[in-house]
């Protein structure tokens, strides 16, 4: 039987999917037109502006970092330029440690390089470059180069590297630089400057590397880069170039301090010296030091260990933040005190029997028997202690500190370092609030004044804050802030900027006061019975000084044996001088830890560094650094050592210094 079809139906079936079709087609093209008219007109800009972003590139041109130099031009902190190997771990295809093996054989890789990549990379942003090696040879670019299509996401740089010429010297004052690490990344994007340190891999981190930051980073540039789709630079397009940090000039004279810190030798201690008319600081040495190159590419495990864990504490910066008692040194201050006061007079004198007596405790001199009549120039120039006893005792803990305060003794000298420490000047007031967990502890009691009069007890003061006051004494009262950036230097023009102002204050001091001090001052270098007449014999100039030896822990009642005595529990030698005395050129205080007196040690020290200040004489080929500490002879007579700032029981005795 044939099958009739139905044409009608089939048409109209037709029909219908066509018109779906021609539908369906036309719905397309008007979503493509939207979609067009959207991204070609309502959309234009904003997508234009991503095309030229991806087209074009801003890249950062580092700016050069400013120099440091010294008061004479000689360079103490300067940039080169080489090749560092550095890995993006964000853009690694393959294992790190694989990646590292493999680059191993084209490039020399130490397991110290890989500790300190390690290292870098938990500091670092996964998205940032960690160097993996520094300083490349050419050969080792080429050969990286050759084979580079191997390692995506390892690339050659070239980078600028902070180099310190002078190594150890100077190293606590120009401190160092190193990589920027996730906390100080953290304060520079939440700060204002934020945009200046995009390509930027190092900040200073201690000394002057770090409080003259923003002075010395300078201005970042950038380079409009055009770019293939592929990511390659076709050509540049236009150039904002960096502007370089400023230079530092420091007040520093580098010579002097070399010949300080080889006349410590092998001692542990500091030394600041001054100019006082302008408080410009001349040598600013702590020793021992330490290499600031080690840090520039990330200080190796090892390296760090043994800084960390040194007992010398070479990290430490001693002018700045140790803190001591300044032993004798502090006697001139007491004797102007007594004389602004109107307590003693220069002429008036005490028999010395040799110690002092304070409700039944017996407080030792250093010299058995006494010093026979003493005056108060003799009480400095042979540094007798019952004169200061019977005069602290007189005085009171509060007329002596407020008579120091002035003078900087407890106070900040505000030098541009950071972390200065404030040190204790001592008084009823701090006392309490010192001990106001222990009432029992915060009364101040007669003894605590007898030890503050002769520099021990709760005295402890920063080298710093000692050579800023021997400076404003030399300068007659007159303030001066010391510093060690003399002036900024604007590279590009040469012009130069102070950095301090002329003066910061003046003590209100009697001048026939002054001079009375200064010649007792004077007459412990040149005088014959002078604490400090030996080390300076035959000086070619007139120097005004003080010795002072400080005990650096209370023997609680033992007697005190030097040679018995570990050798970093011994005491401290200290010496304040200035010269000329007539007309102060530079002021000096320094602190050789547990050397014993003050004469022997730190005073030739302090001769060294004013010869060659003031008479451009260096140390002789036959002139030896100080040896290492050795056992002292014993000392003639018996010391007993006190428990700074405790009370008293009869029959107690309690010894003086030996200068």
Known sequence: MTEIKDSDREIHLFRMRLTAIVVFVFICFGVLVARFVWLQVVKHSQYMAQAEDNRIALVPIVPNRGLIVDRNGVVLASNYSAYTLEITPSKLEANLDSVIDELSKLVTIEPKDRKRFKRLM??????????????????????????????PGVDVQAR????????????????????????????????DDAANYTGTDHIGKEGLEKSYERQLHGQTGYEEVERSAGGRAIRTLSRTAPTPGNNLILSIDIELQKVVEQAFGDYRGALVAIEPSTGDVLAYVSRPGFDPNLFVDGIDAQSWTELNTSLDKPLMNRPLSGTYPPGSTFKPYMALAALEYGLRRPEYGISDPGFFMLGGHRFNDDKKGGHGFIDMYRSIAMSCDTYYYQLGNEMGIDRIHDFMQPFGFGEKTGIDLEHEK???????????????????????????????????????????????????????????????????????????????????????????????????????????????FIPFRNVQYTVAGKTGTAQVV???????????????????????????????????ALVVENAGFGAAVAAPIARKALDYYLLGKRPGDADKPAPKPADPVPADEDQVAPTAGADFRPGGETPGNKD
């Open 422 to 532: 404030t040190g204790v000047l001592p008084s009823q007031q701090w006392k309490r609030e010192r001990f106001k967990r222990n009432r029992a502890a915060q009364k101040w009691v007669g003894g605590d004044t007898i030890s503050i009069s002769i520099g021990n007890g709760f005295n402890s003061y920063t080298p710093l804050q000692m050579a800023h006051a021997v400076a404003t004494l030399a300068n007659d009262g007159v303030i001066m802030k010391p510093h060690l950036v003399k002036m900024l230097e604007d590279p590009s023009n040469h012009g130069r900027t102070p950095t301090v102002a002329k003066e910061s204050g003046r003590i209100a001091l009697k001048q026939q006061n002054i001079d009375v001090i200064k010649r007792a001052m004077v007459g412990v270098t040149s005088d014959q019975s002078g604490t400090a």
């Open 554 to 588: 209370g023997l609680k009642g033992q007697k005190y044996n030097a040679a018995a005595t570990p050798e970093r529990l011994r005491d401290n030698a200290l010496f304040i001088a200035f010269a000329p005395a007539d007309h102060p050129r530079i002021a000096i």
């Open 122 to 151: 938990e500091e670092s942003k996964n998205f940032s470059s960690v160097p993996i090696r520094t300083r490349l040879t050419d050969e080792e670019v080429a050969r990286f180069t050759a084979q580079r299509f191997r390692f």
């Open 160 to 191: 600028l590297f902070r180099q310190y010429p002078l190594g150890e010297v100077a190293s606590h004052v120009l401190g160092y630089i190193g990589r920027i690490n996730q906390a100080e990344a953290k304060v520079i994007e939440a700060g």
